[in-house]
């Protein structure tokens, strides 16, 4: 089983929950894991994705919006980070994201991340009746998280989730877990460590259930 991991968190693990639950999930991975279970990080932070350009939108977008477009030499240079990053996706089997909540949402270096794979001809091809077709092979998506606050079912500030689960869901992801540890600010609730202690617990479920299904 081959895991990607990618981190979005510049902290220092002392001091990044979402790092943390992080540790414990690769921890039981590295227990009950066997010799073809691979794990590749990429830390945002060390290996900073470049700012979209419109030469990269061009590349991707203008082949399936305009008949017979070619893409340029400049298309395709411009498109070098996120045609990378994207075989990266495709030669694995879970991908996992570490990442806190930054004002109710994604942090914006993983939002670059995402919006640089999630083009047609990387991780789906766009059929004619405006569908996406996966080219992945991707099991599942687990999402390791940590926020300040405690939201409640469809909070209307908590724009994380349906964000993910809607890029995911539409490239055919049909398992995407999460460990979130909420209430993580010590000015906003007394139970941030058991509170953390719950996500720790769930990393590891989840980093068993994985394992339980990877190949003999």
Known sequence: MKILHILANPKPTEDATSKQIAAKFFM???ELGNEDTEVLNIDLYQEPPPPLSFEQYRNFWYPVMIDGYVPTKEDITASEYAGAQAEKVLGSDVLVISTPMWNYSIPGIMKSWLDHIFCPGL???MAK???RE???SLKQVILLVSSDEV???DDPREAFTPAINAMFESI???EISFAWADGQSPLL???FESRKGLAF???EELAEEILEIQPA
């Open 28 to 30: 039981k991975i590295a």
């Open 123 to 125: 991780l789906y091809n």
């Open 129 to 131: 009746d405006g569908s």
């Open 134 to 136: 996966p080219k992945h």
């Open 151 to 153: 939201f409640k079912e």
């Open 172 to 174: 055919g992801v049909q």
């Open 189 to 191: 609730s007394r139970e």
């Open 201 to 203: 617990e769930m990393a």
